[in-house]
């Protein structure tokens, strides 16, 4: 499990240092990502396609990513996106990680059924 700050504003040196300290936790089997959104100032095009970026990194290696503190104002640019969908969106990091930590919904319907 990582937890990543987002930069603050996206410019190509905040870009590519996070790109960077991404590729060095993606690299080590399955990758569990909370991003952390409160450092972002603004979530525009350019913030929603890292975030893109991060959740396509880790798919690749079976893993997934999961957003926590993003404000409701800034999720109109996810769904202006359609990223909404791809991403679970939490209140704080601390229930990101936890959420990494039980059965999905469908799962523990099944058990209960069994």
Same mark, same amino acid.
């Given at each position: 499990?990582?937890? @990543?700050?987002? =930069?603050?504003?996206?410019? !190509?040196?905040?870009?590519?240092?996070? $790109?960077?300290?991404?590729?060095?936790? +993606?690299?080590?089997?399955?990758?569990?990502?909370?991003?952390?959104?409160?450092?972002?100032?603004? @979530?525009?095009? =350019?913030?929603?396609?890292? !975030?893109?970026?991060?959740?396509?990194? $880790?798919?690749?290696?079976?893993?997934? +990513?999961?957003?926590?503190?993003?404000?409701?104002?800034?999720?109109?640019?996810?769904?202006?996106?359609?990223?909404?969908?791809?991403?679970?969106?939490?209140?704080?990091?601390?229930?990101?990680?936890?959420?990494?930590?039980?059965?999905?919904?469908?799962?523990?319907?099944?058990?209960?059924?069994?």
């Amino acid at each position: 499990m990582t937890v @990543l700050q987002l =930069p603050e504003r996206f410019s !190509l040196d905040a870009a590519g240092n996070f $790109a960077h300290e991404l590729e060095r936790c +993606v690299n080590i089997g399955r990758p569990y990502l909370v991003l952390d959104c409160s450092a972002a100032s603004q @979530l525009d095009k =350019p913030m929603a396609g890292l !975030l893109l970026y991060c959740l396509e990194e $880790a798919m690749k290696r079976n893993g997934d +990513v999961k957003l926590a503190c993003i404000s409701l104002a800034e999720q109109p640019m996810l769904q202006a996106v359609s990223a909404h969908r791809l991403f679970e969106a939490f209140d704080t990091v601390e229930e990101a990680i936890d959420s990494f930590h039980q059965f999905p919904s469908e799962a523990r319907e099944q058990e209960s059924a069994a």
